[in-house]
């Protein structure tokens, strides 16, 4: 079936339209949980959000205008995920107990994140994962990360290290698809 059709019935309230334009569109969607962090999101926050950005999207579409619906599908999508970032860090910071200073021994800052009801192996885990990612980066990607983790910018490093932004970028995306298998394995 053509997307239009697919639009049409979904607009209408057909479950099974919207679920396969859904279907069509999820690498956008994957793109963009592969380029935001949004704190407290799993896969399945991230598909939740998509499905009803896509109700959205059917029931908003014109066909009348230039632009194609993926593209508009795209829009909604991005800022409603800037949305739910604007969200997270605006509720970060209201309670002062929540914000973890860096400057806090790694075995401090796992208190702070692992509550008294976490079981002792938890507490295990989550050691031998940050030993594992300090020992999988390389030294230039241990650099970045350090300086990432004391507040600097991209760019800052950039300049810090005296180097272009390109390789700053590379070892950042690294460095986040090391410790997310690590904490997946």
């Known amino acids: 079936m053509d997307e239009q ?3 049409g019935l979904a607009k209408q309230g057909d479950t099974e339209a919207l679920l396969i ?3 069509r569109y999820i690498p956008v ?6 380029q935001y962090f949004i704190r407290s999101f799993d896969a399945d926050d991230w598909d939740q959000e998509a499905l009803i950005i896509m109700h959205r999207a059917t029931q ?3 066909t009348h205008h230039a632009c194609s619906f993926g593209a508009f599908y795209r829009l909604l999508l991005n800022n409603r995920v800037i949305d739910l970032i604007r969200r997270a860090q605006a509720q970060k910071r209201r309670p002062d107990q929540e914000i973890l200073s860096l400057d806090y021994e790694a075995s401090l800052i ?3 994140l692992v509550g008294p009801e976490q079981l002792a192996i938890d507490i295990l885990y989550i050691h031998e994962v940050i030993r594992r990612f300090a020992t999988e980066c390389s030294r230039f990607e241990n650099q970045v990360f350090d300086a990432l983790l004391h507040g600097l910018t991209p760019q800052g490093i950039a ?16 460095c986040r698809r090391k410790l997310r298998a690590l904490l997946l394995e």
């Open 110 to 112: 796992l208190e702070e």
């Open 5 to 7: 059709s697919l639009i």
């Open 29 to 34: 969607a994957n793109k963009l949980q592969r």
């Open 159 to 174: 300049a810090k290290l005296e180097l272009e932004l390109a390789p700053v970028l590379n070892a950042i995306d690294r």
């Open 21 to 23: 334009l859904a279907k």
């Open 60 to 62: 908003q579409y014109d």
